[in-house]
């Protein structure tokens, strides 16, 4: 049997709007304001008495005097189709239009098949390598104690957008592979970032000397100044010991025009290849090597700081053969109130913070390997949510010395976040204690309940604004990817999932505070807790397959 397709806040939009419209002298105009028609509401204050609005700017602009033909009210009334929210009342006010959904049957619809809701609403087809400068060899092998705080939040980036990415079909990797058991490998493996390895003894060098030959041949070289430049023995030596025993200078403004490649700096002229950049590109020549070049796309995730760099290594790579897409993240400063600390220091600091919290919140039973599990990941949801909730292309402050970021008392991240969420386990828990006790029966199949029963306002607020959207959300960064256009950078909004967990811990954490889900164990009650039990493991699901995107396993208990 074929799924169901699910609601969509979008299709339910495009559907009103299309009821809305009529065959006008202003059908121009009234297609270009097409996305302003309607506004799908989402404070509770505004859900009491509607869903969507169309203001009276909006009818005015269609109609004369602003006055909905009864016809165009039967439309809106009875509108139908693919993924179209059912429609209830509709009522034309001093504000506009209201319309609101049949809220029973939207709970019944999502409650009933919610798998399509927990994943992206379009699965599509490519490879992804993403390239993140931060790790990639300079000197030596990089470490937590040389990794800077910037640099850590394009890692943390690079993994975040890769897992979304997985999850809507594409096929992704990582660039560049470290050693094995390294420092900076275990290092990340506690931020829960499971990074490309090689063994100790691996070598490039083959593919190093395969990119210095494409260089030194490439039609992009600039042989004028080569010709040009006359070097004392003392330069010759040097050079040798850069990998090159010829200056090599590209002409990577050519390699610009000639490509077309639209927004890198204006001022990328020549560059002379250095070791470091033979590297680099060997590494991404490596990562490359199975890829279908016709639907490969590399993102190179790098700071701000290091983002001319980064677009010299692109036309570099580009003028020694490559011809796979390339766009760049990039990413803002992380900057820190009244101390400097790199990488390790900075998470040593949060995990500290964490245990003493926990050690204050729950005593001597803080103790032992689930604990230290506890703790561990609880420190990696704090670290990732400060530094992803930001735009990412914006930069971070961190009050390292106060430990607000750790606590669950309020809505301040990743903690809060991963209370919530176990607050869910526990629900269960007991419900099925409760079960085994023969308190309760078994939760009964959807289709055995009245969802009119779930009347309470926080109740629709999590169906209407978290379970439904949630799908389009995790859909959005593939339409970015490929729908931006061809510029060099790409904003992919990555900040998005931390944002949505946030927001939705606050309206969840609301309503359990307020009402009573386990309820007396009477049959008359029954009907009610099981339909709030439904929307609650809902909701669990959620929580899971979002925080999955952050690569934060969820916490049975805190």
Not at 236 to 250: A, D, H, M
Not at 501 to 510: C, M, Q, T
Not at 512 to 534: D, I
Request: charged share 25%.
């Amino acid at each position: 049997m074929e799924e169901a397709v699910p609601f969509s806040i979008v299709s339910t939009v495009k559907a009103l709007s299309g009821a809305l419209r009529r065959d006008a002298e202003n059908e121009a105009e009234i297609s270009r304001e097409r996305e302003k028609l309607w506004f799908k509401e989402s404070s509770a204050k505004n859900l009491r008495n509607r869903d969507f609005l169309s203001p009276n700017t909006v009818l005015t602009m269609l109609y004369a005097g602003g006055e909905v033909p009864s016809d165009v009210l039967s439309g809106v009334r009875s509108l139908h189709g693919s993924g179209v929210l059912p429609i209830g009342a509709t009522e034309v006010t001093a504000e506009g239009l209201h319309v609101c959904v049949d809220r029973c049957a939207a709970f019944k619809g999502v409650l009933c098949g919610i798998t399509p809701y927990l994943r992206p609403a379009a699965q599509r087809q490519g490879c992804i390598l993403i390239n993140c400068p931060a790790l990639h060899t300079k000197q030596t092998i990089p470490s937590p104690d040389t990794l800077a705080l910037g640099q850590l939040r394009t890692v943390l980036i690079a993994d975040h957008h890769g897992a979304h990415l997985r999850r809507q079909g594409y096929t992704v990797s990582f660039c560049p592979a470290l050693p094995q058991d390294s420092d900076i490998v275990n290092f990340l493996k506690t931020l829960g970032i499971y990074w490309p390895t090689v063994p100790v003894s691996w070598t490039n060098e083959d593919r190093e000397e395969k990119m210095k030959k494409a260089l030194e041949n490439s039609t992009y070289r600039d042989r004028a100044i080569d010709r040009g430049k006359r070097r004392s023995r003392g330069e010759e030596i040097e050079g040798e010991k850069r990998g090159i025993k010829e200056e090599v200078r590209i002409n990577l403004k050519q390699v610009v025009q000639d490509g077309n490649v639209q927004g890198y700096d204006p001022t990328l002229g020549s560059c002379t290849v250095q070791r470091e950049s033979l590297c680099h590109l060997a590494q991404l020549d490596s990562a490359t090597a199975d890829l279908p070049v016709s639907t490969a796309t590399v993102l190179h995730v790098t700071s701000c700081q290091d983002e001319f760099r980064q677009q010299q290594t692109a036309m570099l790579w580009r003028a020694a053969g490559a011809t796979a897409a390339q766009r760049l993240v990039i990413c803002g400063p992380v900057k820190t109130l009244g101390i400097q600390m790199n990488a390790a220091q900075y998470l040593q600091l949060r995990k500290a913070q964490m245990k003493e919290a926990s050690e204050t919140k729950y005593g001597d039973q803080v103790e032992g390997q689930t604990w230290d599990d506890i703790i561990r990941v609880m420190t990696s949801a704090t670290v990732r949510f400060e530094l992803l909730s930001t735009v990412h292309t914006s930069p971070v402050t961190l009050d390292v010395q106060r430990d607000s970021g750790v606590s669950t008392k309020g809505p301040r991240g990743g903690v809060f976040v991963m209370y919530n969420c176990a607050r869910l386990h526990t629900l269960f828990s007991s419900y099925e204690k409760g079960v085994e006790q023969g308190l309760y029966p078994e939760i009964p199949e959807g289709a055995e309940l009245d969802f009119s029963a779930l009347k309470e306002e926080g109740e629709w607020l999590l169906l209407f604004n978290y379970l439904i959207p949630f799908s389009e959300l995790l859909d959005q960064s593939g339409q970015i990817l490929w729908h931006e256009g061809g510029t060099a950078r790409v904003n992919l909004r990555t900040e998005q999932v931390c944002r949505f967990l946030v927001s939705l811990s606050k309206d969840f954490s609301s309503y359990y505070n307020r009402v009573h889900v386990l309820g007396e164990p009477l049959p008359h009650l029954f009907n009610q807790m099981f339909c709030r039990l439904l929307l609650l493991r809902a909701l669990r699901e959620l929580y899971h397959s979002a925080l999955d995107s952050l690569n934060l396993p969820p916490i049975p208990q805190l």
